[in-house]
T-cell receptor, first 109, second 111 residues
């Protein structure tokens, strides 16, 4: 079966760095996405990785290792507005997105 | 430009009633999707459409139907609602790169 695993909840301090991990087992791989979802709102796109390595975009970076079925999202200089759920999704062999349950990130002052 | 709109924003529905959730996009995306999101679970795909005139079943299609008469609209119909269909429903569309853009969601409660 297809499976995306991420931690249910994480807590971090304002100004700090946090790494949210995602491991996956899917039928085929055509890219990995990270989305941010604030409570009561729709998911919004953060990053896309299809090749191994690190993609950096401002305070957010995303890493992919296809051989390990592993990705992480790195958030630097945390701000209170970063409190949200972070969703990992893999595009499978049918080009459909398989979604993880999301990681709820709580930022404390 | 609105992106993707959904209607209604929220709805309380009696079990057994028929309900259509509306979704419209103005980005001329070929692909559109319907998901449901339940607490503790990831987004689950109900139905999808890769292009106008075609539809496909996702992970949890039972009890739902869709149509795609044109590029912009992708309505989701619950023929006879049941309490287990209480959820938040998101419509999304994507371009050729695969990034999906989401509507604001419809919160549906079936009593």
């Amino acid at each position: 079966g297809q499976n995306i695993d991420q931690p249910t909840e994480m807590t971090a301090t304002e100004g700090a760095i946090v790494q949210i991990n995602c491991t996956y087992q899917t039928s085929g791989f055509n890219g990995l996405f990270w989305y941010q979802q604030h409570a009561g709102e729709a998911p919004t796109f953060l990053s896309y990785n299809v090749l191994d390595g690190l993609e950096e975009k401002g305070r957010f970076s995303s890493f992919l290792s296809r051989s390990k079925g592993y990705s992480y999202l790195l958030l630097k200089e945390l701000q209170m507005k970063d409190s949200a759920s972070y969703l990992c999704a893999v595009k499978d062999s049918n080009y459909q997105l398989i979604w993880g349950a999301g990681t709820k990130l709580i930022i404390k002052p | 430009i609105a992106g993707i709109t959904q209607a209604p924003t929220s709805q309380i529905l009696a079990a057994g009633r028929r309900m259509t959730l509306r979704c419209t996009q103005d980005m001329r995306h070929n692909a559109m999707y319907w998901y449901r999101q339940d607490l503790g679970l990831g987004l689950r795909l109900i139905h999808y459409s890769n292009t106008a005139g075609t539809t496909g079943k996702g992970e949890v299609p039972d009890g739902y139907s869709v149509s795609r008469a044109n590029t912009d609209d992708f309505p989701l119909t619950l023929a006879s609602a049941v309490p287990s269909q209480t959820s938040v429903y998101f419509c999304a569309s994507s371009d050729s790169e695969g990034e999906q853009f989401f509507g604001p969601g419809t919160r549906l409660t079936v009593l």
